[in-house]
């Protein structure tokens, strides 16, 4: 089919046209202006008059940024994209709902930088509802219900620098997810005069550093009413001033946690305060209130479902031992033994838990040191009436040396004839004075101490078990099997806990 010179000129308009369209679609940065339009390119030169004329205009990632103050109303985002009014700032005002919405993609990023939101005392300045992330850098919102209204949907992260929320009716900034999948970091911003400075509900985590919440109905909130969720958050270098409630943790269903460093509070009308349910706030102990109340401090619990092990001769055992930590503990968890019978040692997997961890499993092994009982009396002379000092006799074997040496010493010295007498009164001293020596063991030392299992021992005084019939401290009748109590010691600085086990030698 044979074409005209009017349909192939009409084809080129056509693509040229949408080329141009495609090329303006596609801008990575565009501008607005004051007084320009949204009919514009949007460019430096030629400025869209609205963020969301210039937004249609932008490219997947682009920047939208401001050349001159102005009011460039709501927006909703969909995509990656930065709005820029850092050279000279940028207004949402007035508006009677959203400012500006944020319905991103999983893989999108927005930054909203240097942007004046002003309400009418009702909706949110920012609602973040889906996306990757969304930064808040240097923006004021003010006069809204919520001034930052975060109500996720799917996994996301929000990060606030430099920010105000002032004079909103609702919270500065109120942080909820329906996944549990939200995490937000804020620094350096102020949130005064509102019903509550932040409001974190169920499925957000907070971190707040270096933040002012003043002049608020509640300053700082963890609040949760659904089973499972978790409403978590942490201050670090906040100031708590002026408000009626300084910091809050409620909870109907689910857990709300607040912890606690460095945070200043003062003129509050009450600093802290907690509800019934699993609602807490735990401290650091570094923190300055001119009130204190309902701060819970730091625990440690200890269980095990293996209190007691019964092992052979020369055996170890393991007793696993679950350590429940509550609060912020200030160093690892340290573990270490007490009131083990000499011969045994304990031995930790592993050797610390982190102190931030709610949970953890230790192994506790119990090992002995030495295989047999020769090994346990290693004093001169067993047999020869040591028997390690039980306090009712005293060792033989000093005597037997002395009867013996001096007649042997005198051999070097004295005539010929003399040597063999010598010789035969050494010989005699050192058996006769051995004889009784162990005579006197042997009336001292119950016959129990041979039912002593190896590896087992006394008192760390040195005394033997079984000398007076009895059993050592902490065992049972040295006559049978031998069983011990001894304690588990977990420590992180001043925050400890112990659990009691036993251990019996057969």
């Known amino acids: 089919m044979k074409t005209g010179p009017l349909a192939t000129g009409l084809f080129a308009a056509l693509v040229s046209l949408g080329t141009a369209t495609i090329a303006h679609a596609q801008a990575t940065r565009t501008w607005v202006s004051g007084d320009g339009d949204d009919a514009n390119p949007c460019s430096r030169t030629a400025p869209c008059l609205t963020f969301q004329g210039a937004y249609l205009k932008t490219a997947h990632p682009g920047v939208i940024s401001v050349r001159e103050p102005g009011d460039y109303g709501d927006l909703v985002i969909d995509k990656s994209v930065i709005i820029d009014g850092a050279a000279v700032g940028g207004d949402v005002a007035p508006v009677t709902a959203t400012g500006i919405r944020v319905a991103a993609g999983p893989t999108d990023n927005v930054v909203l930088r240097s942007i004046s939101l002003v309400g009418s005392g009702m909706g949110s300045g920012i609602r973040y509802e889906s996306g990757r992330s969304l930064t808040i850098d240097g923006c004021h919102v003010s006069n ?71 002049q608020n109905g509640t300053g700082i909130t963890a609040a949760t009413e659904m089973a499972g969720a978790l409403a978590d958050v942490n201050l670090e270098g906040v100031t708590i001033a002026s408000n009626d409630v300084g910091i809050a943790a409620s909870s109907t269903a689910g857990n709300a946690v607040v912890r606690m460093s460095k945070v200043v509070g003062m003129s509050n009308t009450t600093d802290t305060t907690t509800t019934a349910g699993n609602a807490e706030i735990f401290s650091f102990g570094n923190n300055r209130f001119d009130e204190i109340a309902s701060i819970t401090a730091a625990t440690i619990a200890l269980s095990t479902d293996t209190p007691s092990n019964t092992v052979a001769v020369g055996e170890s055992a393991t007793y696993p031992v679950v350590a429940t930590m509550r609060g912020i503990l200030v160093s690892p968890v340290a573990f ?29 092994t119990v090992v002995p040191t030495v295989a047999s009982k020769t090994g346990l009396l290693l004093g001169p002379g067993h047999g020869l009436g040591n028997t390690r000092g039980s306090g009712d006799s005293h060792p033989t074997w000093p005597f037997p040396t002395f009867a013996f040496a001096v007649p042997a010493l005198a051999l070097f010295g004295a005539r010929r004839k003399l ?10 001293s050192f058996t006769a004075t051995t004889a009784c020596g162990s005579s006197s063991d042997d009336a001292n030392t119950n016959d129990d101490t041979t039912s002593l299992p190896d590896g087992a021992a006394g008192d760390n005084d040195g005394s033997a078990p079984g000398r007076d019939g009895s059993a050592p401290d902490g065992g049972t009748d040295a006559g049978g099997p031998q069983t011990y109590s001894f304690k588990v010691t977990a420590t992180s600085g001043v925050t400890n806990a112990s659990l009691d086990l036993s251990l019996t030698v057969e």
């Not at 620098?161 to 804020?186: K, P």
């Not at 005064?192 to 707040?208: E, P, T």
């Not at 270490?336 to 506790?364: H, M, R």
């Open 144 to 214: 809204f219900t919520n001034a930052i209204d975060v109500q996720l949907t799917t996994a996301g992260s929000l990060v606030v620098l430099d920010s105000t929320a002032i004079g909103n009716v609702g919270a500065g900034l109120r942080a909820e997810s329906s996944n549990g999948g939200l995490l937000g970091s804020i620094a350096r911003s102020q949130f005064d005069g509102n019903g509550f400075g932040i409001f974190a509900a169920g499925g957000a985590r907070l971190s707040v550093y270096e933040s002012t919440a003043s």
């Open 419 to 428: 040597r063999v007498p010598l010789a035969c009164l050494a010989l005699v």
């Open 336 to 364: 270490a033994c007490s009131g083990l019978p000499a011969g045994f040692t304990c031995q930790f997997d592993p050797e610390t838990l982190p102190g931030e961890s709610p949970t953890g499993t230790v192994n506790v």
